[in-house]
């Protein structure tokens, strides 16, 4: 399974990268035969925005993940009506709790 | 599906957006930072208040800089006496100009026309009006 999520990963990040190579490429024909240099305004901003996407999907991701687990794991959801099996003690007041501690 | 698939998938996302991230930011500072071999060098000098400008041919330049369109230039980046920050907006040019150090940046205009050149470092009770023109002129030849 790792593997496969390593390869998945692997996979993803080249085909993101790729068309930029071919972009890069190109304009590096280019400037043999034309002259052309590349455009520095575009290039950062360009770059703004990619950079802009990746930390607002970070972004999602993580708040997402945030938000489902408050929904999934909250008292209310019938799903935790049956204890899962570490909170599931015949008597709930029987744990082991440390002397004194916390 | 066990609990820890769904963790690995999820820190393998995050992992491949940083990774992501990383390898764009440097191939596009690298782009942007590696200058044309072809590119004609002008020293800047940063003085309070203002810019000062010398050719590879030797002319020199107060105040205002002349260029040809189409052409990369090579910015050296002097200051005489303080710190300064040599800036042109329109074109994304913006480098500190350090006492005893030199800073290089490049650009090539693609547009004809007449651009601001100002200080972005405070500078003195003249920064200011420590301001420039580009002038970016049609290639004749």
Known sequence: ?102 | MGHDTVEWVFVAIVIAILVYVGVDSWIVQKAVEEIPADAETIKVTGQQWFWSFEHEDGTQEKIELHLIKGHAYKFEIYAKDVMHSFNIPDYVVFEDAVPGHVNHAWFSPDQAGKFPIQCREYCGIGHYQMRGTLVVEENKS
Request: charged fraction near 20%; aromatic fraction near 12%; glycine fraction near 6%.
């Open chain 1, 1 to 102: 399974m790792k593997t496969l999520i390593a390869v998945s990963v692997i996979t993803v990040i080249a085909l993101a990268l790729v068309s930029q190579m071919h972009f890069a490429n190109a304009q590096l024909g280019q400037k043999v035969s034309e002259k052309q240099y590349i455009n520095l305004r575009a290039e950062v901003w360009n770059e703004f925005f990619r950079m802009t996407t990746a930390a607002f999907t970070v972004g999602a991701i993580v708040s997402g993940t945030m938000i489902w687990l408050v929904w999934r794991f909250r008292e209310s959801n019938p799903k935790n009506k049956t204890p899962t099996k570490w909170e599931k003690f015949d008597d709930p007041t029987s744990g082991t709790y440390e002397e004194g501690g916390h």
